[in-house]
């Protein structure tokens, strides 16, 4: 089938020659009598190679023919862009290069030529000459807030938060929106702090999260972290509870920091009590629990061992595995151990398939990410609340 360089080179020679024909037609400097232009038959033969599906010969002909000039200069921006997406980087730069090389080119043209050029290094993976373009285009009157949106993905590449965040500070200048990603490069440096032992710098990038609801969820879940390490356990506690309250989905990151909270505290009481408050308000909650706790390889206390043996005794899949009566036949601790063997099973399934879905994409992880590397959309990963039973790829 023709692909999408075959139809793109065929406009391309269209277009040349229907400007080559209108030049011939309305040219005063071109007498009746005069002979074919030579140019038409190179015409013809690069859209016989286009038509055989023969690109790079068509394209080579292409570069020789084509004239640096005004109405050929759109021309060129295509045939770079063609270069490009085919993976030519190599030829897409020295288009746009000679582009750039031509003295007259307008403010618009050169600005035009540069994003271009600048387009080119990244797909090259040049990513410090590709900053260096569009930080120059960052004040162009058309350009400039799509540069300073490639700015802002090489940083988020690059984990270079601070510049990241100036940058979208200059394209709330631009837009005069508000950004809600700033927020998360907040999050992203108070949790790199966090892990420094740095945790009074932590608390100064969580104080500048605080811009809008998005990056909540993770900049709770770090204050949380914090307390904990501090040893201020009811404060921790708070804080993960509150994220419960707020998306019982991420009770797979929350619960086993909860039961040490917990346990560390010597409130074990308290938190069978809280946990079979959750069930009482919401009995989905049991599938919940015992996903988190089977992951989590969390057990020894009653409510969750009985969320376990529900999810796996009542699972509408699980059943036509196992035999209820014979399980019920079971003594208490043997019926216990087997459904601990089928517990370890099921953990050992999640290792080897996603855990984490994104809910804007569909893309699939091992583990929590707060930026998502398909969609490019923040805080939109959560944990699945399913065992898969494929391997998705991660």
């Not at 993976?87 to 050169?110: K, M, T």
């Not at 900053?131 to 400039?144: D, I, M, Y």
């Not at 216990?336 to 569909?362: E, H, V």
């Amino acid at each position: 089938m023709p692909t999408e360089a075959t139809f793109l080179l065929a406009g391309l020679f269209v277009v040349a020659a229907a400007t080559g024909w209108a030049f011939a037609k309305f040219s005063n400097f071109r007498r009746d009598d005069s002979p074919s232009d030579p140019v038409s038959s190179d015409y013809l033969r690069g859209l016989n190679f286009v038509l055989n599906r023969q690109t790079d010969e068509a394209l080579e002909l292409f570069v020789r023919m084509a004239k640096v000039d005004d109405d050929t200069l759109e021309t060129h921006f295509a045939l770079g862009h063609l270069f490009r997406r085919r993976g030519e980087v190599d030829r897409a730069i020295r288009v746009h290069q000679n582009l750039l090389a031509r003295p007259n080119l307008s403010e618009d043209q050169r600005h035009q030529a540069l994003f271009s050029l600048a387009q080119d290094f990244l797909s090259a993976g040049l990513f410090d000459r590709a900053e260096k373009l569009f930080s120059e285009l960052g004040t162009s009157p058309g350009l400039g807030e799509a540069a300073l949106k490639n700015l802002v993905d090489i940083y988020e590449s690059q984990s270079d938060w601070m510049k990241a965040i100036e940058t979208h500070r200059e394209l709330e200048v631009l837009s005069g929106e508000k950004s809600t990603e700033i927020a998360h490069y907040y999050c992203e440096l108070a949790e790199r702090a966090r892990l420094d032992g740095d945790l009074d710098l932590a608390r100064r990038y969580l104080k500048s999260s605080v811009r809008s609801a998005t990056g909540a969820f993770r900049g709770t879940l770090i204050r949380a972290a914090i307390a904990q390490e501090e040893g201020d356990y009811a404060q921790a506690l708070r804080l993960y509870e509150q994220i419960l309250e707020a998306d019982y989905r991420l009770m797979v990151e929350v619960l086993p920091e909860l039961i040490i909270c917990y346990q560390t505290a010597g409130r074990e009481v308290e938190l069978e009590n809280y946990l079979q408050e959750l069930i009482s308000k919401d009995t989905s909650l049991k599938h919940a629990i015992a996903y988190a706790a089977i992951l989590g390889e969390v057990s020894g206390l009653n409510v969750i061992e009985t969320c376990i043996e529900e999810f796996v005794l009542k699972d509408k899949i699980f059943a036509s595995f196992i035999d209820e009566e014979y399980m019920a036949s079971l003594l208490p601790e043997e019926r216990q151990a087997a459904i601990q063997r089928i517990a370890n099973g099921l953990r050992s399934l999640a290792a080897s398939g996603a855990r984490y879905r994104c809910t804007t994409c569909g893309y699939n992880s091992q583990k929590l990410l707060w930026h998502c590397p398909s969609c490019k959309s923040w805080e939109s990963i959560r944990p699945l609340q399913r065992f898969q039973f494929e391997n998705p790829s991660a």
